[in-house]
């Protein structure tokens, strides 16, 4: 089973930021967040991960609270090809690790 | 582009049959990964393979079998197809060693069984 929780759907105005909850308060010291996107019906896509710092690149921002038990995803300039279904995962970085994917968030950028 | 390509891209079979699906992944990838993406279940982990030998399992069906080539390929095998196979298959690869999780996808086989 998934190990994090996120809303079913979210929408933003483009050129907004868009700023994705998710929810893994069951996450251990070893485990790391990460965040994929799948648009359409395409292979999904990394976006992003980290453990227990911020950590920003040139697609977006992730904010982990400091008890670790959520992070945000923030599309700071949201464009109509962001329009996805963003994937919040926590797994361990060894070689073995298993990436569980949940529901996800249906994101929409509305012009 | 990922850089991992999957073929074919659309398959479309019988019940009862028997398919192959291709991996390759990026230069100098190690570890293959197998999904499988239908539309109740979302996007459920097979299976995941570590320079030749098998590394971890998920939800995979006996009906279902997969192996990593020397040259690092991989392929998925298929048997005794029933309407519920119907799904898109996804295939990742990772650079074996590194100290985090960043997996890259293929474009999917489509497999359509009838």
């Known amino acids: 089973d998934a190990k994090t929780t996120q809303p079913t759907s979210m929408d933003c105005a483009e050129g907004r930021a868009a700023n994705l909850p998710c929810n893994h308060s069951?996450?251990?010291?070893?485990?790391?967040v990460y965040w994929y996107r799948q648009i359409h019906s395409q292979g999904p896509q990394y976006i992003i991960h980290g453990l227990k710092n911020n950590e920003t690149n040139e697609m977006a921002s992730l904010i982990i609270t400091e008890d670790r038990k959520s992070s945000t995803l923030i599309l700071p300039h949201a464009t109509l090809r962001d329009t996805a279904v963003y994937y919040c995962?926590?797994?361990?970085?060894?070689?073995?690790?298993?990436?569980?994917f949940g529901s996800g968030t249906r994101l929409s950028i509305r012009p | 582009d990922s850089g991992v390509t999957q073929t074919p891209k659309h398959l479309i079979t019988a019940t009862g049959q028997r398919v192959t699906l291709r991996c390759s992944p990026r230069s100098g990838d190690l570890s293959v990964y197998w999904y499988q993406q239908s539309l109740d279940q979302g996007l459920q982990f097979l299976i995941q393979?570590?320079?030749?030998?098998?590394?971890a399992k998920g939800n995979i069906l006996e009906r279902f079998s997969a192996q990593q080539f020397p040259d690092l390929h991989s392929e998925l095998n298929l048997s005794s197809l029933e309407l519920g196979d119907s799904a898109l298959y996804f295939c990742?690869?990772?650079?074996?060693?590194?100290?985090?999780?960043?997996?890259?996808f293929g474009p999917g086989t489509r497999l359509t069984v009838l």
């Open positions: 393979y570590y320079n030749g030998e098998e590394r």
């Open positions: 990742a690869s990772r650079r074996g060693g590194s100290s985090y999780n960043e997996q890259f």
């Open positions: 995962i926590v797994a361990w970085y060894s070689s073995a690790s298993k990436i569980i």
């Open positions: 069951t996450i251990s010291g070893n485990e790391y």
